[in-house]
């Protein structure tokens, strides 16, 4: 079974913090990727990245950076936290395929964010 | 633009029929994914579909007409454990960039 983990389940952080939130995954995917997801706005794509090393802004990047300098981790980071990045943030990641059609994405449980 | 739309909620009854629409305007497309999310959990895959025509897993079917920009997810035989968000997803680019509605909530009575 593929397995995707956040670092924690909930998390209240102060405004100006710098914040980092963790994904691992266990099953070699190259894809992962990072959302948030606010009651009336759905999940929204916040960064994603295809390889190591490698990332591209999603659809609302604006206040987030992300790192991956292993494949199985990508990090989510608040520079500076504000009250509008209280949400759930999830993880996912899937397997890239050639050619690449069917690849599901595997999300982690989430982590729930409260700035203050 | 992009957008995707879903009912925001539906209510239907234990052992029942229910049919949940999404219609789609997305720049690209390579395939459609329907999700469900109990509250608090993680969404988890129901069912894809890239060609035209019904795809049935179980109690579970789904629906695509690209030319009309339009699927639904069909859940028979309604039991109460599938009372959740039902999300529908575009897949935009050929690497796997998804883009979500906003979620159905699917509430199943006795």
């Known amino acids: 079974d593929v397995k995707v983990t956040q670092s924690s389940r909930y998390l209240v952080k102060r405004t100006g913090e710098k914040v980092f939130l963790e994904c691992v995954q266990d099953?070699?995917?190259?894809?992962m990727f990072w959302y948030r997801q606010d009651p009336g706005l759905g999940l929204r794509l916040i960064y994603f990245s295809y390889d190591v090393k490698m990332k591209e802004k999603g659809d609302i990047p604006e206040g987030y950076s992300v790192s991956r300098e292993k494949k199985e981790r990508f990090s989510l980071i608040l520079e500076s936290a504000s009250t509008n990045q209280t949400s759930m943030y999830l993880c996912?990641?899937?397997?890239?395929?050639?050619?690449?059609?069917?690849?599901?994405?595997?999300f982690g449980p989430g982590t729930r964010l409260l700035v203050l | 633009g992009q957008n995707i739309d879903q009912p925001t909620e539906m209510t239907a009854t234990e052992g029942a029929i229910v049919q949940i629409n999404c219609t789609y305007q997305t720049s690209g497309f390579n395939g459609l994914f329907w999700y469900q999310q109990h509250a608090g959990e993680a969404p988890t895959f129901l069912s894809y579909n890239v060609l035209d025509g019904l795809e049935e897993k179980g109690r579970f079917s789904s629906f695509l007409s690209r030319s009309k920009g339009y699927s639904y997810l069909l859940l028979k035989e309604l039991q109460m454990k599938d009372s959740a968000s039902y999300l529908c997803?575009?897949?935009?680019?050929?690497?796997?960039?998804?883009?979500f509605g906003k979620g159905t909530k699917l509430s199943v009575k006795p």
């Open positions: 099953m070699d995917h190259e894809n």
């Open positions: 997803a575009v897949k935009r680019g050929s690497q796997g960039n998804l883009i």
């Open positions: 996912a990641s899937s397997l890239a395929r050639v050619p690449a059609l069917r690849e599901t994405q595997y």
